[in-house]
């Protein structure tokens, strides 16, 4: 079975610096999608960045990217120029292919930025 | 229009009550599903729906009943309920099940609390 884990339950960042959060896999697929999922104290689980497994570039979106190492199963995301609205649970999930949408979700990781 | 909606947002009910959770999206996705989400836990899946049809069902006990009217339309049914229920009830949809069918939208959820 697949398994995440994401091994820092919470981390600090002072506003405007950059940090990122690990998450690793387990899996015996080649073809699967990673995600980042973002979820502020107003409940609804946002997605931040997704990354297809059969793609060697790394995903990016504004201030967020990831470093997806394939060949060590991880999926980290780093945060650049943190705000106070980055506050939250991030959540990094794993969907395989064959089973479909399926989502497979790390414990977390609380984020606090601090002004 | 890329929006879930669940309604209630909030939902108090006792154990002999009979509640319904409502879910809607309108971007025609296929695929519909409902998580439970205990607090600073990640979310569990609950039931998955495909074309209006219940694809898988996570063993979860038969005072959960989920319904899926239409397409744009998920229903979950609750009966004597037990206080370890009390969570938050995220429903979910994505273009399809499976394949390449990218990422699932979630709702803000119900926060329901069963004395």
């Known amino acids: 079975a697949q398994t995440v884990t994401q091994s820092q339950p919470e981390m600090s960042v002072q506003e405007a610096e950059t940090v990122t959060l690990s998450c690793t896999y387990d899996?015996?697929?080649?073809?699967?999608?990673l995600f980042w999922y973002k979820q502020p104290p107003s409940r609804q689980m946002i997605l931040v960045i997704r990354?297809?497994?059969?793609?060697?570039q790394n995903a990016t979106e504004n201030r967020f990217s990831v470093n997806f190492q394939k060949a060590a199963k991880s999926f980290s995301l780093k945060i650049s120029d943190s705000q106070l609205g980055d506050a939250a649970m991030y959540f990094c999930?794993?969907?395989?292919?064959?089973?479909?949408?399926?989502?497979?979700f790390g414990a977390g990781t609380i984020l606090r930025v601090k002004s | 229009d890329t929006e879930v909606t669940q309604t209630p947002k909030h939902l108090v009910m006792g154990m002999t009550n009979k509640k319904s959770l409502k879910c809607e999206q309108h971007?025609?996705?296929?695929?519909m599903y409902w998580y439970k989400q205990k607090a600073k836990k990640p979310p569990e899946l609950m039931f998955v729906?495909?074309?209006?049809?219940?694809?898988i069902n996570e063993s979860v006990p038969s005072r959960f009943s989920p319904e899926c009217p239409n397409s744009s339309l998920l229903n979950l049914h609750l009966h004597a309920l037990q206080p370890e229920d009390s969570a938050l009830y995220l429903c979910?949809?994505?273009?399809?099940?499976?394949?390449?069918?990218?990422?699932?939208?979630f709702g803000q959820g119900t926060r329901l609390t069963v004395v």
């Open positions: 971007m025609g996705h296929r695929a």
């Open positions: 729906y495909s074309y209006e049809k219940l694809s």
């Open positions: 899996t015996s697929e080649s073809d699967y999608y």
């Open positions: 979910a949809s994505s273009q399809a099940w499976s394949g390449r069918s990218a990422e699932a939208f």
């Open positions: 990354q297809e497994a059969y793609k060697q």
């Open positions: 999930a794993y969907r395989d292919m064959e089973y479909g949408n399926k989502l497979v």
